[in-house]
């Protein structure tokens, strides 16, 4: 089966509201592929006037984290409800700057997965290994264990609908990619992970995207691979740079 791909771009803690919907008017007329589904996850300031300037195209919103909880007294969290009535569809989970830095472990990242899902929230699940542990030849015990956990309780119907991202912590932001190679065996390996835990229908329609340093040099190869179904982007979402991947195939 063919699916659609789908190009995220992450603007992690860049742009003011201001500056967010500067960008996305620059990228508006720029970004305009009918064959590939277009998200930009921004931060939670910048959602509404970003929802303001996509209106109308079709690029969709999504969130960059999510709070596990319904609603009530958890200081500085968003909820998936506020992420919905603000016209989000997509939200980013699990992406390693949350692990590392924030300390969320898979068992937490599970129940925002649960969540997410629970309240029509597309995840992106992101998951990857360190420099070390692809050295040390763990890569895909690790992805196993990461999505094993993350993914606890989700449903073959729901998983179906999920997108993952496989991203190699080593080569985000860094400017060192996966070759299309390495990046094709661990999306490959996901999707037979997902056959392994659910079916292969659930497998065969999952989208797996690849993320790490992807730019307009690099996109083509990584995207024409059969188990690479989009990209997530960091730095290269914040310039038109993002829109030449966006019209890889044009
Ligand atoms: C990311 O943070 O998800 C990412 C892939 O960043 P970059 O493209 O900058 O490596």
Redesign the pocket.
């Known amino acids: 089966m063919s699916r659609r791909k789908i190009i995220a771009g992450?603007w992690?803690m860049n742009k003011t509201p201001s500056e967010a919907k500067a960008l996305a008017e620059l990228l508006k007329p720029l970004v305009d592929n009918p064959d590939v589904d277009v998200v930009y996850c921004v931060p939670a300031i910048d959602l509404l006037p970003v929802a303001e300037v996509i209106k109308g195209t079709n690029v969709m919103l999504g969130a960059e984290n999510v709070s596990d909880q319904d609603a009530g007294a958890y200081t500085g969290e968003i909820s998936a409800d506020m992420l919905v009535d603000a016209g989000v569809k997509f939200v980013i989970i699990g992406?390693s700057?949350r692990r590392q830095y924030y300390r969320e472990d898979d068992a937490f990242l599970n129940q925002k997965v649960l969540k997410a899902l629970e309240k029509g929230l597309t995840p992106i699940l992101c998951c990857g290994e360190t420099l070390e542990q692809r050295e040390a030849g763990v890569t895909l015990d690790w992805i196993r264990l990461q999505l094993k956990s993350d993914l606890q309780g989700v449903t073959k119907e729901q998983a179906a609908s999920m997108v993952i991202a496989y991203?190699p912590i080593w080569?985000?932001?860094?400017g060192k990619t996966a070759t299309s190679d390495q990046a094709e065996e661990v999306c490959g390996a996901i999707r037979k992970l997902i056959a392994e835990i659910y079916d292969t229908d659930t497998a065969e329609k999952i989208r797996i995207q690849y993320?790490?340093?992807?730019k307009p040099s690099n996109c083509r190869e990584l995207l024409a691979k059969p188990d690479i179904d989009g990209g997530?982007?960091?730095?290269?979402a914040l310039k038109a740079d993002f829109a030449d991947i966006v019209n890889y195939n044009k």
Do not use: D, F, Q, Y
């Open positions: 992450n992690k992406h700057e991203e080569a985000i932001g860094t993320g790490g340093s992807m997530l982007i960091g730095g290269a």
